[in-house]
């Protein structure tokens, strides 16, 4: 199977039914797909497999593939941040991602400041150092890619394999952010100096400094990005019933 093809179908589809082209309760027929995509029936059932497993579909027999509601995906899933940060429902993503991130990386940057091994310690004030420099500069990729560095450092520091998961959820933001134009080419100064200072208090193991940190980084992002998702509708997933 060609990988390319493989690819290409997973991303056509995943990005028409995360961005609303493909409707919730819309059905297609593998058949339909080989014809539209100009692909073989064993690269559109990989793809449905893929999809399936992100919660986007549901193959039925007898009746075909259908495209299930958002509250059925996968909200952690890379591929589903990227789909939904290019779509009209942007704002709905980078809200729901500002608030898990504002619940998770405070108490991370506080854990960090207790746990973390003195090597990682040393990178990441090393990161936050290199970041205001490329910050300053208006190096834009130099600063997205110490940006994500800095985060999964902290995540990863914190020594919660929970929260060191959300490495890949963190980085889609953060470029989905930069690609979208959602960030500044020079951040706010204080934003660079806040940066230093989590690095700082977890090499120093000032737990409570960390946290304060990490909390403004975090209330100051919510606060340049409302504008952007103030309109958008949030999702709220039915709770199983007993």
Do not use: C, Y
Request: hydrophobic share 45%; charged share 25%; no cysteine.
């Amino acid at each position: 199977m060609s990988t390319s093809l493989h690819h290409r179908a997973i991303e056509h589809l995943g990005t028409r039914i995360v961005g609303g082209s493909l409707p919730t309760g819309h059905v297609m027929l593998a058949e339909q797909l080989e014809d539209e995509l100009k692909v073989s029936r064993s690269v559109v059932r990989e793809a449905v497999r893929v999809l399936q497993s992100l919660g986007l579909v549901e193959t039925t027999k007898r009746v075909g593939i259908r495209v299930l509601p958002p509250h059925r995906w996968n909200p952690f899933d890379p591929q589903v941040i990227r789909w939904r940060l290019a779509s009209d429902g942007r704002g709905a993503q980078l809200r729901s991602l500002a608030e898990l991130r504002s619940a998770v990386e405070p108490v991370a940057a506080e854990l960090a400041a207790v746990n973390a091994p003195d090597d990682l310690r040393r990178e990441l004030l090393e990161v936050s150092l290199a970041m205001r420099d490329a910050g300053q500069a208006g190096d834009v990729p130099r600063f997205l890619e110490l940006d994500i560095q800095f985060h999964s450092l902290l995540l990863s520091g914190s020594g919660n394999e929970m929260f060191a998961n959300l490495v890949g959820q963190v980085a889609e933001t953060l470029t989905g952010r930069t690609v979208h134009g959602l960030m500044p080419d020079r951040p706010r100064d204080v934003v660079l100096q806040w940066h230093l200072d989590v690095a700082k208090a977890i090499f120093t193991g000032d737990a409570a400094e960390a946290r304060e940190a990490s909390s403004m980084i975090m209330r100051q992002t919510i606060s340049e990005m409302e504008p952007v998702w103030m309109e958008q509708p949030r999702v709220f997933v039915p709770v199983p019933r007993r």
